[in-house]
């Protein structure tokens, strides 16, 4: 059975950081892609970061584009989402995922995602 277990929300100023991360099982982890989505009130999923080839090959939204750091560790069966320059607008839910593949083309659709942690960007 898959599970995907997100850690390390929380309240933080405009401006500060976070790392989140996601405890993978279930999976032989280093052969799929992986990912991050989130959704902040009222809106839909927005898709964030996701990362292929064991960490070889990173793909980000532009509105996180030099400001989050997505990467994987293999040996921990992790994943990790550093987040720096923290802004209001990146309040949400945070979600891992995992593809139905090793490989990721833009508009994937994730098969599995955990139960999500609270970003919240507030001064």
């Known amino acids: 059975e898959v599970q995907l277990v997100e850690s390390g929300g929380g309240l933080v100023q405009p401006g500060g950081s976070l790392r989140l991360a996601c405890a993978a099982s279930?999976?032989?982890?280093?052969?799929?892609?992986m990912g991050w989505v989130r959704q902040a009130p009222g809106n839909g999923l927005e898709w964030v970061a996701a990362?292929?080839?064991?960490?070889?090959?990173?793909f980000y939204a532009d509105s996180v584009k030099g400001r989050f750091t997505i990467a994987a560790d293999n040996a921990e069966d992790t994943l990790y989402l550093q987040m720096n320059n923290l802004e209001p607008e990146d309040t949400a839910v945070y979600y891992c995922?995992?593809?139905?593949?090793?490989?990721?083309?833009?508009?994937?659709?994730?098969?599995?995602r955990g139960k999500g942690t609270q970003v919240t960007v507030s001064s």
């Open positions: 995922t995992k593809y139905q593949s090793a490989r990721y083309s833009n508009g994937a659709v994730f098969e599995d």
């Open positions: 279930g999976f032989p982890f280093g052969k799929f892609a």
């Open positions: 990362i292929v080839g064991g960490g070889s090959t990173t």
